[in-house]
């Protein structure tokens, strides 16, 4: 029998909203095999939904932190320190782009939109990666979600398909700077999840459904697959693994198209 302890393990989880999140999917995993997890949530308006999640799991902090502030990372990686004196897993789950570039046409994205999207959904990476390196043990590893927009053209994602692509592409980069130092760096790209964030994208609810039939599965991925993708990807199963991008769809961006 395989069974995967994390109990002499740490992490970090950013992005955790609610019970839906892909970060608390990720970080039930984590939890479930004994390791000690860090939250860090980006405003104070939801830190009740986290802290009514964490209720009973002894092995858990949070802190407020802002991904876009200098300031915030600073104070969230000095508490990193802290509370476990080193780090061996992190995992990104952030994302945002304004409603507004992705109901309209991508051709008229303004600078604002573009800036927003690319810094909130790709740039982050680079910046918590930089925090996070003194802190990193060799073995470690760091996760981060991506969608297949980055790859094709995936109606409504316009910008954010762009920050998916930039956010792929710092991965590679990161992962071949930090693999000296026995660090990994991976994205996992997920089939439609309903969570608040994809909500935001017009039309979610119809492309969910054709997703899931076009898949080869038949069915969309869960929330728990990638949890499960995602344990693998930062425990030593996945130690031969960096600067890629793995997907959790059910097969559905190998399709072009399906006959009924
Ligand atoms: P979610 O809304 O539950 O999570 C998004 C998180 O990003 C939230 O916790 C939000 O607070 C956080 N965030 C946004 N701006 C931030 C900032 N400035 N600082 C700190 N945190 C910030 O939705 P989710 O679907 O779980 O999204 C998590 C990741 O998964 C995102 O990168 C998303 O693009 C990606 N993803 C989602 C899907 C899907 O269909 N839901 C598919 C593929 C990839």
Redesign the pocket.
């Known amino acids: 029998m395989i069974s995967i302890d994390l109990s002499s393990k740490t992490a970090l989880v950013?992005?955790?909203?609610?019970a839906?999140?892909?970060?608390w999917a990720i970080a039930q995993q984590l939890l479930a095999a004994g390791c000690r997890v860090g939250f860090s949530?980006?405003g104070e308006r939801?830190k009740p939904e986290l802290e009514k999640l964490l209720a009973g799991h002894d092995n858990t902090w949070i802190m407020q932190?802002?991904?876009?502030s200098e300031d915030d990372l600073s104070a969230l990686f000095a508490r990193v320190g802290e509370e476990f004196g080193g780090l061996d897993y992190l995992v990104h789950?952030?994302?945002?782009a304004p409603k507004a570039a992705m109901d309209g046409r991508f051709i008229e994205t303004t600078p604002a939109d573009w800036n927003t999207a690319m810094s909130?959904?790709a740039y982050t990476l680079v910046s918590i990666a930089r925090h996070a390196e003194p802190l990193l043990r060799a073995g470690g590893s760091i996760v981060s979600?991506?969608?297949h927009a980055s790859q094709q053209v995936v109606p409504k994602y316009n910008v954010m398909g762009v920050a998916k692509a930039a956010l792929e592409a710092a991965t590679r980069y990161l992962a071949s700077e930090m693999g000296a130092a026995g660090v990994r760096v991976n994205c996992i790209s997920?089939?439609?999840?309903r969570?608040?964030?994809?909500r935001s994208i017009p039309g979610f609810g119809d492309m969910y459904d054709k997703a899931a039939k076009a898949a080869p599965l038949g069915r969309n991925a869960t929330s728990e697959e990638v949890g499960k993708l995602a344990l693998f990807l930062l425990s030593d199963m996945g130690s031969g693994i960096t600067g890629e991008v793995v997907y959790v769809d059910a097969g559905a961006h190998i399709m072009t198209m399906k006959l009924d």
């Open positions: 950013m992005g955790v909203a609610n839906r999140s892909l970060g949530y980006q939801l932190a802002d991904a876009t789950s952030i994302g945002f909130v959904s979600l991506t969608y997920a089939g439609p999840m969570t608040i964030a994809a």
